[in-house]
């Protein structure tokens, strides 16, 4: 008889624990799909020869993420158009030239203190960009694009992101942007 009872109580246990679980992997803490639009400041990060002068520009930026409801992590598609200008000064001659790029990349990022009025992201992104290579403009090409990122989301929605673009020489930088995403909701 004692035996039953043991038995009748692990299985109870065992029963509970497994709903539990099961509740809580089933439970949808957020939305499985959310899109973002953000816009911020992009700065050169690399010297060019005689284009040392870089003046901070724009980036634009739009992600689609797909949220994991098992674990704190995204995975999406980056889109990201870039554009800043450089100016060099020899002798009496000075001149301006526009460098722009435009980034299609994979992104991921693990989301730290979900629930919260704020989460704290790090994250990567991996892809191609299309820039021009040269000061003046006339040879464009793709190049390999990899992009660390660190940020915080704020009401579920608001997010402030710090990334860094590394492709070609001419056009590394850095991007402070602010991004609003739909969909999504809390974590």
């Known amino acids: 008889m004692k035996r039953f009872w043991v038995i009748l109580l692990g299985l109870t246990t ?18 499985a799909v959310e899109v973002e639009l953000g ?6 990060a690399n010297k060019i020869g005689e ?14 993420r ?11 598609l980056h889109f990201g158009l870039c554009s800043f200008t450089r100016s060099s ?23 730290f203190f979900q629930g919260r009025m704020a989460s704290l992201f790090v994250g990567a992104g991996a892809g191609v960009a299309w820039n021009n290579l040269n000061a003046d403009g006339t040879k ?3 190049n390999a694009c990899v992009m660390p990122r660190i940020g915080v989301e704020l009401s579920n929605h ?17 991007v402070l942007s602010v991004g609003f995403a739909f969909g999504g909701g809390a974590r």
């Not at 816009?39 to 050169?44: F, I, K, S």
Request: proline residues 1%.
């Open 158 to 174: 608001v997010h402030i992101t710090a990334a860094y673009k590394f492709y070609e020489r001419a056009n590394n930088h850095l």
């Open 89 to 111: 000064q020899v002798g009496n001659f000075a001149s301006k030239h526009n460098f722009d790029s435009q980034s299609l990349m994979i992104v991921s990022d693990y989301n």
């Open 14 to 31: 065992l029963s509970t624990a497994t709903a539990s679980a099961q509740s809580y992997l089933t439970k949808r803490t957020v939305g």
């Open 66 to 76: 797909y949220n994991f409801h098992q674990a704190p992590i995204d995975l999406g």
């Open 39 to 44: 816009v911020g400041l992009a700065t050169a």
């Open 140 to 142: 464009s090409g793709f």
């Open 51 to 64: 284009f040392g002068k870089a003046r901070q520009g724009v980036e634009v930026n739009a992600e689609v």
